[in-house]
Nanobody, 117 residues
Framework: QVQLVESGGGLVQPGGSLRLSCAAS????????MGWYRQAPGKQRELVAT????????NYADSVKGRFTISRDNAKTTMYLQMNSLKPEDTGVYYC??????????WGQGSQVTVSS
C-alpha cells in the first residue's frame, strides 16, 4: 500500500502563503493523477486541484484559480500545492490523494490549514 504523507500546513494571516507537500512512498509515477482535497468544519470534502502525473495537465476548483498552483516533482516523489493570497474560507484540513491506473485511490492523513488574523 502506498503511503502519502502531507506536510506544510499551519496558521497564516489572510493574504499570506503556504506550501503543502505530499510525499509518496515508492514514488508518484504509480499514480495516474494526484490531487488535493480539503474539508472545512461542517462541510463535505471538496476537490481543490489535480494534476495528471505523466502529462502534467492541471485542474482547479473555481474558488482557488489564480491563487493556488499544483505541481509534481517526479524525481523527488513529491507533489506540492502552493497557496497564495489565502482567505479565511480556505481554512480546512487538506488531504493529498493519488488515483491509480486501475481506479484505486490512496489518501494521506491530512494537514490543517488555518487562515485567520
Amino acid at each position: 500500500q502506498v503511503q502519502l504523507v502531507e506536510s506544510g500546513g499551519g496558521l497564516v494571516q489572510p493574504g499570506g502563503s503556504l506550501r503543502l507537500s505530499c510525499a509518496a512512498s515508492g514514488g508518484i509515477n504509480r499514480f495516474y493523477s494526484m490531487g488535493w482535497y480539503r474539508q472545512a468544519p461542517g462541510k463535505q470534502r471538496e476537490l481543490v486541484a489535480t494534476v495528471i502525473i505523466k502529462g502534467g495537465t492541471t485542474n482547479y476548483a473555481d474558488s482557488v484559480k489564480g491563487r493556488f498552483t499544483i505541481s509534481r516533482d517526479n524525481a523527488k516523489t513529491t507533489m506540492y500545492l502552493q497557496m497564495n493570497s489565502l482567505k479565511p474560507e480556505d481554512t480546512g484540513v487538506y488531504y493529498c490523494s493519488g488515483l491509480g491506473y486501475y481506479g484505486s485511490r490512496d489518501w494521506g492523513q491530512g494537514s490543517q490549514v488555518t487562515v485567520s488574523s
